[in-house]
Each structure stands twice: as C-alpha cells, then as structure tokens.
C-alpha cells in the first residue's frame, strides 16, 4: 500500500512558477515506484504530464516539454514537479500517481490555478 499527499498547488501569475510535492507513505522500496503527474482541468480529461521511472528516467507530454521538471527523492519519498513558464491553461487539479506492478495509488490532487 502506499498513501500520496501533494502540495504546493495555488494561485500564480502567468509566466511564474509553482514547485508541486508529493510526499508518498510505503512500507515498500519507494524506488521501485514508477511516479507520474497527471492534471485535470474544468471539464477535462485527466492528463499524463509527467512521468518519471525508478531509474530516474523521465517523459513529458508536449504541453510541459521545456518548462515543466519531474524529480525524485527516493531517500525522502518525494516526487516534486517544478513548473516554470505558468499558462493560463495549466490551470487544473494536479494529482500524483504511483504505480508498481498491478498497484496504483493516487493522491487527492492539488489545485494550480494561473490567473493574473
């Protein structure tokens, strides 16, 4: 089992920039979690915005490439998502995901909202 807690979500200018945690509870090896970020916004789809293995390797989708950041710290158990470059349009829920083998975990998501 592992529990997910993201902060860090608020209100933000366009152009600025927002530093997303999530802070994962396991009794498990959180290294070998794959951790994903995924938004939704008003009457929206979920979406992949991030991703990142437990090798470290990572994957954007378009809307993020450039601007947006995925990390991990398997010592603390934290996955972070730094945003640079805020759109109006990356206003959304941004939840956190894990994933290791048939398990799936989410967070209860965190509101970003890019407004001025």
């Known amino acids: 089992q592992v529990l997910l807690v993201e902060s860090g979500g608020g209100l933000v200018q366009p152009g600025g920039s927002l530093r997303l945690s999530c802070a994962a509870s396991t009794s498990l090896n959180f290294s070998i979690y794959v951790m994903r970020w995924y938004r939704q916004a008003p009457g929206k789809q979920r979406e992949l915005v991030a991703a990142?293995?437990?090798?470290?390797?990572?994957r954007y989708a378009d809307s993020g490439k450039g601007r947006f950041t995925i990390s991990r710290d398997n010592a603390k158990k934290m996955v972070y998502l730094q945003m640079n470059s805020l759109k109006p349009e990356d206003t959304a829920v941004y939840y956190c995901?894990?994933?290791?083998?048939?398990?799936?975990?989410w967070g209860q998501g965190t509101l970003v909202t890019v407004s001025s």
């Open positions: 990142i293995s437990s090798g470290g390797s990572t």
């Open positions: 995901n894990a994933v290791v083998g048939s398990l799936e975990r």
